[in-house]
Structure formats: structure tokens, C-alpha cells
């Protein structure tokens, strides 16, 4: 960690374990590229990597967090595109997933989306739930879950998941999931926190930006903390991924919250999981890399 820098703080999970407020992404990350994404993340102080088993890059997350000298948390995702997916499925999914990283923890393990289609999602949160107590695993959430169907994964099992990562950036804030969550003390972690880049020109963002010698990146991220949002956002640029941790010490005023809960659209950047469904054939071929 750079000298002089304050330490990201850790958000309290519901099931007694705890997670740091700002981690990297590696989305579309190449594998080849990754095991030197994640050290250079590590190097600047982020404490926690996201991934999936869709991002077919967990064997170079494991790479990088082994080489690192600190405690990782690390959050990988069953991601359950095809019509097989349920109880079996999630549970041989993880131990393919703990494998891939030749780690011995995973901090939290998300089902990465509802698929109404197939309509299996409680039976998948059935095999997350009943994997908790295996070796290694810390947490179990949820991601691109709606209202709907938190209430019936939590009326059928009685399991609060501790996470759900969702869509969120200025552009399409969620303020009715994020009082869900806060109702039933779910955290909420945000993906695509920068919009995936589409918010950063915003002239109200780089104005409170000036304001304060910042970017609008480290604006809109900083908003995320002051909303008590987990965060994750991903580069492969080592000056942005340094300028996307170094954000804790400044503060946006009430006025200038205010200003960007006005930026709401309700635009997503990503596939609304009310509906949404991938190709049944399309797991087993990973999500494609995109260069920055
Ligand atoms: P993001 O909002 O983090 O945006 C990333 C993009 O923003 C980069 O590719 C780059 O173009 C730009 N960028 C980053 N830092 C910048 C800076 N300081 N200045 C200017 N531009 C900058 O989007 P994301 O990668 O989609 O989301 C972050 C992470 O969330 C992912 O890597 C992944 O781990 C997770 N994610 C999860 C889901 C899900 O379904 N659960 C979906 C998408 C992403």
C-alpha cells in the first residue's frame, strides 16, 4: 500500500462475516492478461477479485492471489446458462470452480443470475446453501436478482443471501432494490459501477470532479461508498486501476449526492434479468474480451 494511504474499509455481511467496500473486476479480462491485472490491483491496495466461472480467466485469478503477499477475498460465480442447471449442478460447479483457482478459500460464491426461463433458481440456491459449510467457502449471495425473486428464494428457504451484485452506476441506480436489500440487510454490490466507462463524460460528474481535483471516475465511485455500496470496478490501465482505489480521501457534500441521484435514468448498461436469457448453448463458451 502506498504510504499515507487509508486503508478501504470492510462492510458487515449478515451471516457474521465481513467484505471490503471496493474490489476489482476482471470482466472481459483476457486470461493471459490477467494474472498481471490482478497483481497490479493487489499492489495498489484493492483487497478483493471478482470473477466468474463464465470469465474463464479463475485460473489466473488463483495465479495472482497465490503470488500476492496479503489475504485475498475472492468471489467467483456459478453461472447457470443452460437447462441442467439446479441443486447437482451449483455444487459441481463450485468444486470446478475451487479447482480452476487452486485455491484454498472462496469468500463468496454468487449465483450469477435468476434465468427465469429455466425457472431453477431456487433448487441452484438450495446447492449454494447446503455447500456453506464445506471447506473454504465463506459467503453465498445472489447476483442480478430482482425483488421477486429474493422474496421467493428467501420465503422457500429461509436463507437471506449475504450479497447481491447488480447493475448500478448514476445512469441506473435501483433505488427501490437498494431499499429491498437494506430492509433485509442484503449488501449490495455494485457491477458495471462506472456504467462500464458510458457515465464518465457526464459534465455534471466532471464538474463536482473539478470541484474536488478529482475524476469523474473517482466521483462516481466515491458516491458508491457514501451509499455504503460494495464496489468492483475493473481495468487493465495500472493508472486508472490506482485511480479507482484512491478514494477515500475526499468527500461528496449532501448537495453534490443530491445532484447525482438527479443523473437517474434508469438506462441499463447490461441485459434485463427480468427477462433476459442466454443462448441455452452458451455456457462452456465464455463471455468474449474486450481491449481497453
Ligand atoms: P465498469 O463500470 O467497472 O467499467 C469498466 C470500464 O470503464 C473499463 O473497461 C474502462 O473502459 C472504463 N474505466 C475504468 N476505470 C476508468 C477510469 N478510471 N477512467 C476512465 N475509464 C475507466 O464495468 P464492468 O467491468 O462491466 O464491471 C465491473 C466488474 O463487475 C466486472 O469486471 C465484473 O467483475 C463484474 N460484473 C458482474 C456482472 C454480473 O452479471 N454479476 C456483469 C458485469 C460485470
Redo the contacts with the bound molecule.
Sequence with gaps: MTPGRVMVSDVALNDGRSIPQVG??????APEHTAAAVSRALAAGYRLV???MA?GNEAEVGDAVRGGRKPVFVTT?YFNADLTHGYQDAQSAFHASVERLGLDHVDLY?L??PMKLQDRYVQAWKGLIDLRGSKGLGSIGV??FQAEHLVRIIDQTGVTPAVN???L?PYFQQPDLREEHARRGIVTE????????KV?EDPALVAIGDAHAK????VVLRWHLQLGNVI??????P???R??IDILDFELSDAQMSVIEGLDRGQR??PDPGTFEFPRDYRGRHFQT?P?
Aim: proline share 4%; glycine share 10%.
Design positions: 476489482f473486476g476482471v470482466y472481459q479480462i471478482d470473477t466468474s470469465y460465480k454468487l450469477h443470475w447476483s442480478n451484485q447488480i447493475e452506476h455494485a457491477w458495471g459501477p462506472l456504467g462500464q466507462g464518465l475524476t469523474a471516475a473517482q468492483i470496478p475493473k481495468s487493465t490501465t493508472d486508472r486501476v485511480e479507482n448498461s447490461g474486450r481497453e
